[in-house]
């Protein structure tokens, strides 16, 4: 078995390259007598339907965060890590049962012009420039650098390359032809996405068993690692930290999950462009069984690839060109392009389609939602309130450019991360508490007012400073270690959750003496009415992932 690529997995990579900019160019046409105005470029003229929303949704989720760096975790802690995908289906039920109808009754291009309209411009402009900040500085910027790191693995282009290749690609549809462009090609992304990673995971266990099937690979990696597919972890495993055991199920894992599904731009775009509330749900739908499938191709073959690592028999099956670039401790994110390198020839060229197919539509993703922020939010609200159609979509697509630049030039620096899909849960969630705080207290407290909101935006992040950074540090050497342990970062999400929400409480009855706010969202049973198709969906899914946990609970 070859280690390299051959014509066949070149040409089959180069299909997928211009299926993808061929159809993202074609959609992004402008009509005959039609200029596109803001609505077609940001919102895809409010016309998805629901299988090209859920296939969206995945596709702008699935990045090379998930490829390499959920592998990476399933490597070093298995399939713990498992539970921001599954959590993340439920999630995104709560989602469209009860944060949707608002949203899209609201009528609303952006999450900040949600804010503005339940609490004011100021608190809008504060978490615009807060979001355009956190796509570019952390989301844009660490895609680029996962997805050079293991192009640079797999072909051994000089990473730089790499970052500077995938940049173009994305931008070369989606900056032109914006949410639309970006949405109709998803649906093709997910496909090579699912069948390339289907097929790595099969590949993977098939050589762990010896040619004896997925079935029996399944069973060696589970009876080799058991370790590797608890789900609960308890306080003596070293990944405690990173997943605190039943605090997963309760704790902070939905802060950082409703936050992300909820209230994130890039994520609930596409959602808003839906022809309907109806045809939103069902999208959802959709991405929600979508999400119970990931583990299945990103974090198992992770779990493969720390079992053929550790078995001598397995490794000299594989050869003297199994040493190269082997994943191990502190290396973790090898395990995904390793485990490439044993593809046969032409499903090598698949499933690196697979994973550019998730890192091209993650960056798509994140580009149209920056620009949109940027320009619907900031230019239109400050540099120029009379642009027309053509400029506002003009300033969005030069927008989207600067911030691609910007991460193209920062994603080298991100270089000897390990475990890259946990640094950026750990960091992001230093900021989302606060920001899911003001959210779901603006949504369902209509006592909630704008001053609390503002003051508990700003305080969230010295809240979460002093869990991160503070107790370790100040008690060390006083004794008081005990009274300020060093708490599990996802616990740190959950605490520093409830104390702004506990602040912005208490500082709305203050000022408005238990009345309700002005602008305060009135709520019905009949805004948050579903179908039976939903409800039926919704409960079904909600047994699949019982089943789950009860197998995998210790």
């Known amino acids: 078995m070859t280690t390299e690529f051959g014509f066949i997995d ?27 105005n803001a609505e077609d470029y940001f919102l895809a003229s409010k016309s998805l339907p629901w299988w090209a929303i859920g296939s969206s949704l995945i596709a702008a989720n699935i990045s090379a965060e998930q490829f390499i760096g ?25 989602v469209g049962k009860y944060f949707l109808p608002i949203f899209i009754e609201k009528g609303i291009y952006t999450i900040p012009e949600f804010v503005e309209k339940r609490f004011s411009t100021n608190l809008k402009t504060i978490l615009a420039v807060f979001w355009i900040a956190l796509y570019v500085f952390v989301n844009l910027t660490t895609v680029l650098y996962l997805g050079g790191l293991a192009i640079e693995a797999i072909l051994g282009i000089d990473m730089m390359y ?36 289907l097929v790595t995971t099969y590949i993977a266990l098939n050589t762990v068993s010896d040619g004896a099937g997925v079935w029996e690979g399944m069973k060696t990696v589970y009876y080799a690692a058991p370790d590797r597919f608890v789900m609960i972890l308890d306080e003596s495993n ?38 309907s509330l109806g045809e939103a749900q069902k999208g959802i739908l959709l991405a929600a069984f979508l999400k119970m499938l990931i583990p299945f191709i990103v974090v198992i073959p992770g779990i493969a690839a720390y079992v053929m690592v550790n078995d001598p028999a397995i490794m000299a099956r594989l050869g003297a060109a199994a040493a190269d670039n082997i994943p191990g401790f502190g290396t973790a994110d090898k395990a995904y392009p390793w485990l490439l390198h044993f593809l046969p ?9 697979a994973l550019a197919a998730a890192i091209v539509s993650s960056l798509a993703s994140m580009l149209n939602s920056t620009s949109t922020i940027f320009t619907m939010d900031i230019y239109k609200q400050y540099i120029d309130k009379n642009a ?31 475990q890259a899909f946990q640094f950026i849960q750990e960091y992001t969630g230093v900021v989302s508490p606060g920001i899911l705080a003001v959210f779901i207290l603006g949504l369902f407290w209509k006592k909630t007012t704008n001053k609390a909101a503002i003051w508990g935006a ?20 006083s004794g008081l270690e005990s009274v300020f342990p060093t708490l599990p970062w996802m616990d740190q999400m959950g605490y520093t959750a409830i104390l702004t929400m506990l602040l912005i409480i208490a500082i709305s009855l203050i000022q408005n003496k238990g009345n309700n706010d002005a602008k305060g969202i009135p709520l019905t049973k ?17 047994i699949i992932l019982v089943v789950v946990y009860a197998v995998f609970w210790k």
């Open 345 to 353: 020839t032409g499903f090598k060229g698949l499933a690196f389609a």
């Open 70 to 94: 959920m592998s990476g975790s399933g490597f070093a802690l298995g399939l713990a890590i498992a539970s921001y995908e599954w959590m993340a289906a439920f999630t995104l039920i709560i």
């Open 388 to 418: 027309n159609d053509k400029k506002t979509v003009n300033v969005g697509r030069i927008s989207g450019g600067i911030a691609l630049l910007i991460a193209v030039i920062m994603a080298p620096l991100l270089g000897g991360i390990d």
């Open 238 to 275: 070293p990944e405690y930290m990173n997943l605190p055991g039943i605090g997963v199920l309760v704790g902070g894992l939905w802060v950082a999950n409703i936050y992300y599904w909820g209230f994130n731009q890039y994520i609930i775009q596409r959602t808003l462009a839906a022809k």
């Open 526 to 542: 009949e805004l948050f009415k579903t179908s039976p198709l939903f409800n039926i969906c919704s409960f079904a899914l909600m």
């Open 10 to 36: 070149y040409l089959v990579f180069a299909a997928y390259a211009v299926l993808i900019l061929g159809v993202g160019l074609w959609v992004s046409r402008e009509k005959d007598g039609h200029q596109k």
């Open 162 to 197: 790499a970052i500077v290749g995938l940049a173009l690609f994305a931008a070369a549809y989606s900056l032109y032809g914006g949410l639309s462009a970006v949405a109709w090609t998803d649906v093709i992304q997910v496909i090579f996405l699912v069948l390339g990673g």
């Open 458 to 477: 700003l305080a969230s992040i010295p809240i979460a400073m002093f869990f991160k950074v503070g107790p370790k540090s100040w008690a060390a050497g």
